[in-house]
């Protein structure tokens, strides 16, 4: 009987285990704009709740597709600390607003780029661009 309840209590602890991010690797394709991920660290991604992760260019990109899929079954969101490449929860990342190559190379974007430390994201800023959190990217995304 104890048996039992013990392998019912690992059964139940390993099922309610933290979801983790896969790794995005460049070449992946962005959910929503289907562009090749060229840079990893600026990456995004989002966990359903079956578990299955999907890859996004950029924290823009995440937040765009985000505020137009309000009734998506999203169980985790993660983006990409530009300094090491490690996927950390959107909500625990400082998010500096910056102008990003485009992937044709050609012209600049307005996006963002994610820190898991603020001080990070601050010796990042060129200018007096605000920090940023993830509720705050969200709040100016549009949803196009």
Not at 78 to 102: C, I, K, N, Q
Request: hydrophobic share 40%.
């Amino acid at each position: 009987m104890r048996m039992l309840y013990a392998t019912l209590l690992g059964t139940t602890l390993l099922a309610c285990a933290s979801i983790q991010p896969a790794a995005v690797q460049t070449g992946d394709r962005c959910l929503r704009c289907r562009q090749t991920i060229g840079d990893p660290r600026l990456a995004g991604e989002i966990i359903d709740k079956m578990r299955a992760p999907f890859p996004f260019r950029t924290a823009g990109c995440l937040a765009k597709y985000v505020k137009a899929n309000p009734d998506a079954s999203i169980a985790a969101i993660f983006v990409a600390d530009h300094r090491t490449g490690r996927m950390l929860p959107a909500s625990d990342a400082w998010f500096v607003p910056a102008e990003l190559t485009a992937p044709d190379g050609k012209r600049t974007q307005p996006d963002y780029v994610a820190f898991r430390s603020r001080a990070d994201a601050e010796a990042f800023r060129t200018h007096a661009e605000p920090l940023l959190r993830w509720t705050q990217v969200l709040g100016e995304t549009r949803a196009n």
